[in-house]
């Protein structure tokens, strides 16, 4: 039988200390994989690399003609084009809302049936830059689904999916393999991966430390040593001496009678609530229910909240306060935010411009937070990297980065929405435990946003629960 992909002394040079070299790696038909590893591993690149996205440097690939990409390259891309696109400034309103979700898929009986099995009818007539991060991962699948590939590559197909939905994709992919599909999936291991993947690789440093069926692979002892993770905790945070704290007395958030609506959708209707100094809040509800929009309105993002009642560390909005202002309290980590950072920068320059809550690095820094920045880059395994284009990282790495530039200055309050999103097991648990670590050594308070059952914080004292009413949404609160 002719493999379906074949790979034979693949040599890919990232910088001159890092090489991607697979010796030899093969794919039979039907048969689905795991591409499984760390952080910079080198399996997304691998993926990439087999999806014709990135030139190998030398060595022989195999490979079908209509292989299906899904992954933070491929949503990059098309934003980027929406970006090219935009004619806001030409347009009665001045938003150009770019592509929809149904524009990107296409139409036609196929693109109908990939809607519906994979259950975003609601989701086809919206624009594909407003959806949240788990709304983006299912619209790409339809959009790579309707290509009918030979080979459907799925780099965290995961990735921001409420606990509803996480259950449906598994069930769906485990759906496409039976019925012959061959799926490579780029992730790191959990317990909700399909179990019709059929064969496991595991990657190191950008070559294949093991490969086989997947049982023989997670009974060997190199897997096992690869999947404990040691979490280590500062003697002390680093000092942050500029940052101006906040009357103990003076609520952090206040919002009365809240009512956001986008076109035809009722998001928040009467809506109030109070966030207090000594609180840390989760916010848990499916996708698209309202969680990041409410980040946005309290974190000076969203023009929807000029004119509410809406009160930040004891200013209420509208009163002659600056978006710099508000900003200057919050650390914000989150999906958008890692969109939007596209400046040409270094890793060091990105963590600094923490301080100055902007995309870029265009003050000059103090000594002592040029020290500061390098202390939380020691502290997130990040030294090495400092002088390195931010640009150039993985996904993940640049995710740490962006939490070191979230903490810097031990905000207020920290703005955690998917914070561990592309981040491995070993630096997913690293992350939490020093979120809880932070919690008990600064005035830092927690807004917490995950759907990933990985991800327990216990600092959190409290809950705003979007909970399915129909057609909108009841938010319940309550301490934990």
């Known amino acids: 039988m002719t493999p379906l992909l074949e790979i034979n002394n693949l040599t890919f040079e990232v910088d001159k200390q890092q090489q991607l070299n697979i010796e030899k790696l093969t794919l039979e038909p039907g048969q689905s994989m795991l591409f499984c590893g760390d952080n910079a591993s080198g399996k997304s690149l691998l993926a990439q690399i087999i999806a014709g996205e990135i030139c190998a440097t030398k060595g022989d690939i195999k490979r079908p003609d209509n292989i299906a990409l899904v992954g933070f390259s491929v949503e990059d891309e098309i934003l980027a084009i929406d970006r090219y696109l935009d004619d806001s400034e030409f347009i009665e309103g001045g938003i150009d809302w770019g592509r929809s979700a149904q524009d990107l898929i296409g139409q036609g009986e196929l693109a109908q049936q990939v809607i519906a099995m994979l259950d975003i009818e609601d989701l086809v007539d919206k624009p594909f830059k407003v959806l949240s991060t788990g709304q983006t991962r299912k619209v790409l699948l339809a959009h790579a689904l309707v290509k009918e590939p030979q080979l459907l590559i799925l780099d965290e197909p995961y990735a921001g999916l409420d606990i509803a939905s996480q259950k449906h994709l598994t069930n769906t992919l485990n759906t496409l393999i039976h019925n012959g599909l061959s799926i490579i999936i780029v992730d790191f291991y959990h317990a909700d991966l399909p179990q019709a993947l059929s064969h496991y690789v595991l990657m190191e440093q950008g070559e294949v430390r093991l490969q086989g069926p997947r049982n023989d692979i997670i009974n060997d002892p190199i897997w096992h040593a690869a999947n404990q993770h040691k979490v280590t905790l500062p003697h002390h945070l680093p000092d942050c001496h500029d ?64 004119g509410k009642d809406i009160t930040l560390f004891g200013v209420k909005r509208g009163s002659g306060e600056t978006v710099w202002d508000i900003k200057k309290h919050y650390g914000v980590v989150g999906a958008q935010l890692h969109r939007d950072y596209r400046a040409s920068t270094s890793v060091l320059g990105a963590v600094l411009s923490g301080f100055f809550d902007t995309i870029g690095l265009y003050d000059q820094p103090s000594e002592t937070q040029i020290a500061i920045a390098k202390e939380w880059l020691g502290l997130l395994e990040l030294s090495e990297q400092a002088n390195k284009p931010f640009s150039q990282l993985s996904y993940g790495e640049q995710r740490l980065v962006l939490i ?56 959190l004292t409290h809950l705003l629960d979007f909970v399915a009413n129909g057609d909108s949404y009841i938010i319940e609160q309550r301490e934990l």
Do not use: M
């Open 243 to 306: 940052y101006q704290h906040l009357d103990e007395k003076t609520p952090l958030v206040t919002i009365n009678d809240l009512s956001i609506s986008y076109e035809d959708n009722q998001v928040f209707h009467d809506f109030s609530w109070q966030f207090k100094q000594g609180q840390h809040w989760r916010l848990a509800g499916p996708n698209g229910c309202g969680k990041s929009t409410l980040l946005s309105l309290i974190n000076g993002d969203n023009p929807k909240a000029y």
């Open 404 to 459: 070191a530039r979230a903490v810097i200055k031990l905000p207020l309050i920290l703005v955690l929405d998917e914070p561990c999103l592309g981040l491995d097991n070993h630096h997913r648990a690293q992350i939490l435990a020093l979120v809880d670590y932070i919690t008990r050594h600064s005035t830092t308070h927690i807004l917490f946003v995950s759907h990933d059952r990985r991800d327990e914080l216990s600092c």
